[in-house]
């Protein structure tokens, strides 16, 4: 149902759907992050190898990861300026980019809330 971030000392609840056993004091408005991962030569080097080869392109898999962490990091700074102690109906979004698509566009939304 909902989970908790990594971040020990100030819990957020999150979760990707509007939890029925919760009760939500107040609804304070969307909240959203953005991380924007830039490809480089080695690893469209060695992803090329894993297309011809076959298996998992760990490089990218590690890359988007960390670009998914940052962008729900960032959501989750937004969410507590707000006041808020969660984010439900969380999103993520991805999205390729550059004039020869040599980026990723990482983005996460969600509606941040007061337990």
Do not use: C, H
Request: avoid cysteine.
């Amino acid at each position: 149902m909902g989970w908790f971030s990594s971040n020990q000392d100030n819990q957020m609840f999150l979760a990707t759907i509007e939890p029925k056993d919760v009760q939500i004091q107040q609804y304070l408005g969307v909240v959203n992050g953005e991380a924007i991962i830039g490809a480089n030569i080695f690893r469209d080097m060695f992803s090329s190898i894993r297309d011809i080869v076959g298996g998992r392109a760990s490089g990218y898999e590690s890359a988007l990861a960390g670009a998914r962490q940052a962008a729900l990091d960032d959501m989750i700074a937004g969410a507590k300026k707000m006041g808020a102690n969660g984010v439900i109906g969380i999103d993520f979004d991805y999205e390729v980019l550059g004039e020869t698509n040599g980026m990723m566009m990482v983005s996460v939304s969600g509606t941040a809330i007061i337990l």
